[in-house]
């Protein structure tokens, strides 16, 4: 069960004087989703995260162990709450101990009573010879990149010709049992979006779910322009050129993606991910651990905690998760992304993990 924490800052940071529950905020939201970036690493170069050169990567001695991820994700869920696991990077298949660190987590107990629910964001290369071991060390869903069916434009988008391996580990994931398989398409005004009702057929045809996500400002800084960005409306107008779409009412309040079912059929959906103009942020239960040990309480936060150095200064499992819980209790309201006062995050999403 989660711990009753009291905040060592509290008084500092407004907090009230009885204890609280697990990773709460100052605006009652409780943090019940962890997302975990193993690495900063990435086999791709898309454009609109990182440049064709790639990014310095963090040196080894600065990321966290496999033993170390899993010690911090066992004090998230069985000390603070956490329910939901999704392993993400840079590309989490370059981690090698990907395997060991998932099997690791999968024999944890939440305060449900039972393993949390372990998911992975990855770009798919690698995944078509590893998708059934993944699975049988616990995997239980993946989230999957995937911009343009088309080979050029891919590799224009991603500056890599490896369309066919995502292709491949896509068929390996249904494959495996991994179950839920969803695509995750990122759209690009005057780049992709004409792609996306052939998208849809795609996802349609093997019982998968797209969604579209609107750009986010958290790649090179001269990749985003706000007027760019696609509308929730003008998506839904593309993707429904061959198909009729109905909104889906929210079934969980804390999802990221407005769903729409199609053509009548609720096992067939599409969903939308509208960060920058519809975002969710009173809403959101999530928690983000970087590959080199520090808590981010929101993807776009300017600052952030350091877990890495206390832990590796021998601190115990209650001093980490007191400090993993003030980080928490100090949440911005808001990403801010649809006022003129949004502030760049410190880092890029390769650096932070989705």
């Known amino acids: 069960m989660p711990l009753e924490l009291q905040s060592p800052g509290s008084a500092r940071l407004g907090a009230p004087s009885t204890a609280r529950p697990g990773l709460v905020d100052r605006f009652g939201r409780v943090a019940r989703d962890l997302r975990v970036s193993l690495t900063d690493r990435c086999n791709l170069r898309c454009s609109y995260c990182m440049p064709p050169e790639g990014l310095d990567w963090l040196p080894s001695e600065a990321t966290l162990t496999d033993g170390e991820v899993v010690r911090l994700v066992r004090i998230g869920v069985e000390e603070l709450g956490i329910r939901q696991v999704r392993f993400t990077g840079g590309e989490p298949l370059l981690r090698r101990g990907l395997e060991g660190i998932i099997a690791g987590c999968a024999e944890l107990t939440t305060d449900q009573g039972r393993a949390p629910d372990l998911a992975m964001t990855t770009n798919a290369l690698g995944l078509a010879r590893r998708a059934r071991s993944l699975r049988a060390a616990g995997l239980g869903r993946v989230n999957i990149s995937l911009d343009s069916l088309d080979p050029a434009l891919f590799a224009a988008i991603t500056r890599r010709d490896r369309l066919g391996d995502v292709l491949a580990g896509i068929d390996a994931a249904i494959e495996a049992g991994l179950a839920p398989v969803k695509v995750n398409t990122l759209v690009?005004?005057?780049?992709?979006?004409?792609?996306?009702?052939?998208?849809v057929d795609y996802c349609l045809e093997r019982g998968i779910e797209l969604r579209v996500i609107e750009q986010m400002p958290i790649g090179p800084p001269d990749t985003w322009d706000r007027r760019r960005i696609l509308t929730v409306d003008e998506i839904l107008h593309i993707m429904s050129a061959r198909h009729e779409l109905s909104p889906l009412p929210r079934e969980d309040p804390h999802a990221p993606a407005a769903r729409w079912m199609v053509d009548g059929d609720p096992r067939r959906t599409v969903g939308v991910i509208a960060s920058v103009s519809e975002p969710f942020c009173g809403a959101c239960d999530r928690t983000r651990l970087t590959s080199d040990g520090q808590i981010r309480s929101c993807l776009f936060s300017t600052e952030e905690f350091d877990l890495r150095a206390r832990l590796r200064g021998g601190a115990s499992d209650q001093e980490l998760a007191r400090a993993w819980a003030d980080a928490m209790w100090a949440k911005p309201a808001?990403?801010?992304?649809?006022?003129?006062?949004?502030?760049?995050?410190?880092?890029?999403?390769?650096r932070i993990g989705g």
Do not use: I, K, Q, Y
């Not at 690009?188 to 998208?199: H, Y």
């Not at 808001?334 to 880092?347: E, K, V």
């Open 188 to 199: 690009l005004r005057g780049v992709n979006e004409a792609g996306l009702p052939d998208l």
């Open 334 to 350: 808001a990403h801010g992304l649809d006022t003129d006062a949004f502030a760049r995050p410190s880092r890029t999403m390769s």
